[in-house]
């Protein structure tokens, strides 16, 4: 927790190594905490409007966040108030309970050993997806401190095309870890 605050801070004089670095470390707790509004909202454009939000905050000297893990829990309500922002916008015509919202968890990043049985059906997984998805994926995994627009380039796709392979690619790991008896609700719980 102190590392990602640490981070925040050096984010805070526009190092832009450092914002990454803090985002490496609270993109897990935040999407764990979506995950209950998947069915509602586009995790990812959530979670991308968080952290466009949050590097404004890092940026904007005028602006402190205060207290313990300030950083997190001030992601964690402006990730909230993207989802009320989404859900209004696409389903406004569908009741859902707003006030639920304010009960998501709030994020932890907690070191948890490594499970070896799981780690074996990820990389089987990751070996059983499709050229494209794979090089996508496996792009953002070695290098995902770079732009996608840089990543896409090294690759020969475009901007959109290597982003659906991203998505491709997910969908394609979920599916298979589930096929293989790893449900995702419990990994992510």
């Keep these: 927790m102190a590392d990602a605050e640490q981070a925040f801070l050096g984010a805070r004089s526009g190092n832009a190594d450092a914002f990454a670095d803090w985002m490496r470390a609270v993109e897990i707790p935040l999407r764990r905490s979506l995950s209950r509004l998947a069915h509602l ?13 949050m590097w404004l905050i890092a940026c904007d000297r005028g602006r402190r966040l205060e207290g313990d893990n300030a950083s997190l829990r001030f992601a964690f ?11 209004r916008r696409y389903h406004p015509g569908r009741f859902v309970d707003m006030e639920s919202l304010d009960n998501l968890p709030e994020g932890r990043i907690e070191i948890v050993p490594p499970d070896p049985v799981l780690a074996r059906m990820i990389r089987e997984c990751l070996g059983s997806l499709p050229a494209k ?13 770079r732009p996608d627009r840089d990543l ?24 298979c870890l589930n096929r293989r008896g790893a449900r995702l609700e419990e990994i992510l719980s």
């Design 77 to 87: 309500g402006v990730a909230r108030n993207v989802a009320r922002e989404e859900i």
């Design 152 to 175: 896409a380039g090294s690759l020969g796709m475009k901007l959109n095309t290597f982003l659906q392979n991203i998505v491709r690619a997910r969908r394609l790991l979920r599916d």
């Design 133 to 145: 998805p794979a090089s996508a994926l496996e792009a953002r995994m070695n290098d995902g401190s």
């Design 41 to 53: 909202v586009d995790v990812e454009v959530v979670v991308q409007e968080t952290f466009l939000r």
